[in-house]
Structure formats: C-alpha cells, structure tokens
C-alpha cells in the first residue's frame, strides 16, 4: 500500500477511536515514514523538521484566545446573546425558536464568509463570536454540528469561488498559476465560472445539513456553560465601548501589519489601558486565554510535522502517478480518480493551498492528454484542492469551528465538527466537481 494512503488511514482511523488528533497525527506520520522505507531516525528528523511551520498559526490562536476571554469580561458578547434570547421570550412559540435558530445561523454563515474576502482574518473571529452564543444555542437546543456545518461553509466555499481575499490566493496565485506552468492556458478564463458547479455542491451540503440532518433538536448542559462563560449580565457604558474599539483596533492592526498575533496582543493591551482587565487579573486572564486555543495550536504543529514527512517519503508523486497507471483512456474515471487522491491528501496535510501545487504538475499535463478542456481543468485540479479541508481533523476549517463550540467541553472534534463536515461537503464537492469536469 502506498505510504501516503497508509499514513493517512491509520491517522484516520486512530481519530475516529477517540485517540487525540496530535496521537493519531504523529502516529501516521512515523508510520507513514517507515511504510515507505525511511528510517525510524530520519522519519523523526523529517517530523522534528516540519514542527515549525505550523508555530506560527499556534502563538497566533493562543494569543487570540487571551482576547477573547477579555472579550467575555467585557459583557458585550453577553449582551449579544441576551438581546438574541429576547427575540424567543419566554414563549414556547415554535415558529419564534425556529426563526431565532436561522437567525443565528445565517449570522454565523455571513461573518465566516466576509472572514475570507471582505475582512480576512480567517478563523479568527470564532473564538470571539461563537463562545457567547452557546448558552443561546443551549436553550434554543439548537445541534452544533448543524453550526460546525455551517461555519465550515462559510470558511471553505470563498475561497474556492470568490477570486478575493484568500480566494485571491487560492484561485489566482496558487490554482490558476500553477495550471499555468504546467502546460494549461488559462488565459481570459473565468475561474469563477470553472468553480460555480463545485461551489453549488457546497451550498447543497449545507441546506441538506440545516434542513435534514441537524434540524431535530439535541439536549446540552446548561450549567456547564455558565461555569465556563462566567456570564456577566452587568454591563457599563464604557466597557461596551472599550470592547467595541478593541474589536476594531484588533482587525486594524492585523490587515496593516498582517499579523494575527499582534493584532490579537494590540487588543489585550487595550483591555488592560482601559481598566476594562485589571493589572492584578492580566496574567491569569492570558492564561486562560491560551488553555483555549491551545488545541488548535498542538494540532497545527503536530499536523504540519505529517505533512513534512508525507513529502520526504517522496510518495505523493508516486501516488499520483499511481492512478495515472490505472487510468487509461477512461476520462470520467481520469477525473474520479484524480478528486479521489486530491481528497486523500488534503485529509492528510489539512491543508487545500499545500495540495495544488503537488498534484497539478502530474494533473495538468495528464488532462491535456486526455482531452480534457481549460475550464474542467481549472474546476479538476481546484475540486482536488479543495476536497478533505472539511473533513481533515488537521483543517483549521474544522479545528476553528471546534475551539468556538467546544469552550464548554460539550463538543467533540472528530464526531461533531470532522464526521458532520466531512459527510456534508466532501462527498457532494466530489460529485458536482466530477461533474464539472466532465461537462465544461
């Protein structure tokens, strides 16, 4: 079996048993290693090399968390989320709670998705946003794998459609580039056009999640999530105000310096000028901060260590060259084939930008030859791309999701945030980009 596809199973597999996603992660890595024939030392060494690349996201998220917990003091998440409960009442009107529900949710969809475009600061405003909401969430027993659905739509689907913000990195820089190199033409070619029938398969996973298979309501503790929110229900002017005017600093300074953990940090300091966080609690507020996010953390370094040994066994290519072997003349089972190992990858190294530009020296060459056009080869090579960020237990698509839903423990990585994401995304992306490439 190829070392990559065994790798990642067995990561897969240990994740799936409730092993810790950094066990499962390094697990497949040395395993991984040794299935193809590198040394015990040298798989180590490939881990250890590949630690760093993923240090920077996790300070980003551990200082982002500090901010967040001065966000809560604040009350004005709090706040948000009473003014959300008023809307219910006391009344067990069930229109009224079905409508708050789709409040929510549609509230959640458009931030995450101007979280990619319109203000890009990615995961970033999970931590802030959601924590708040969860005892709304609680008492309208709204499914959170219904809201994991939805913010992992809203993460993914820009990106891969909208040529701005992260999509402008993922579609011109990284996709149409890259197709570019390798033998395609791509020029005055609309990408977003390529992308529509993919971006619709998207859209489809989450109607069916918000309208079928999460729309039933499930039970959570209660008091489980005060004990963790430590609701405020005092709320001063001048709090609101100072918690406002760090929000705004935050997202200031991380669009001019380009930097997550500055702009969280720029945040905090307010919080501490203003008096809103005490001198004396500081400390111990970064602290808790950081214990939230510190998952996140530990998993994108342990995923980015994977991802590097994945690369030095040197069996990605051969993957890929694999299903060419296997392909023949056959285009339709050319492009199952090719989203199939797309979505292997992806699932692995958890990230869509890291996968493109491994598959499309192979891709790119191997559709010309068989006759495939431009634009299925644009919506080929991007559906392969994309497939298995939901899904990945080492996607930040998903971990964000899950440092928002799970602050009260009452939300399970693998079970309620990968499995949900994974079934409703990757398996319609896989059909409607199967299609695309045939069609275009």
Known sequence: MNAVVAAVLIMLVLSLARIHVVVALIVGAVSGGLIAGMSLNDTIDAFNNGLGGGAKVALSYAVLGAFAVAIGKSGLANLLAEKILAKVGR??????????????????????????????????????????????????????????????????????????????????????????????????????????????????????????????????????????????????????????????????????????????????????LSGVVKWKEADDLFTEGMKMLAMIGFIMIAASGFAEVMRETGEITTLVQSSVDIIGANKALAALLMLLVGLMITLGIGSSFSTIPIIAALYVPMALEMGFSSMAIIALVGTAGALGDAGSPASDSTLGPTAGLNADGQHNHIWDSVVPTFLHFNLPLLGFGWVAAMVL
Request: with cysteine; glycine share 8%.
């Open 91 to 272: 009344s067990e009107d069930h229109t009224a709670v079905k409508s708050v529900r789709f409040m929510i949710i549609a509230i959640l969809v458009a931030i995450a998705l101007s979280s990619q475009n319109i203000l890009p600061i990615h995961i970033a405003f999970i931590p802030l946003v959601v924590p708040p909401l969860l005892y709304v969430m609680a008492k309208l027993k709204m499914d959170r794998r219904m809201v994991a659905c939805a913010l992992t739509f809203g993460l993914i689907t820009p990106y891969m459609f909208i040529p701005i913000g992260f999509g402008g990195i993922y579609l011109n820089e990284i996709l149409m580039a890259k197709i570019s190199a390798n033998g395609g033409d791509v020029e005055g070619l609309s990408v977003m056009k390529a992308m529509a029938l993919p971006a619709l398969g998207m859209l489809c996973g989450l109607l069916v999640a918000i309208f079928i298979t999460y729309r039933g309501e499930r039970n959570y503790n209660l008091s489980a999530i005060t004990r963790v929110e430590k609701v405020n229900t005092t709320y001063k002017p001048m709090t609101l105000v100072m918690a406002l005017a760090a929000i705004v600093v935050t997202f200031v300074v991380q669009l001019w310096l380009g930097s997550m953990i500055l702009g969280a940090l720029a945040g905090f300091l307010l919080f501490n």
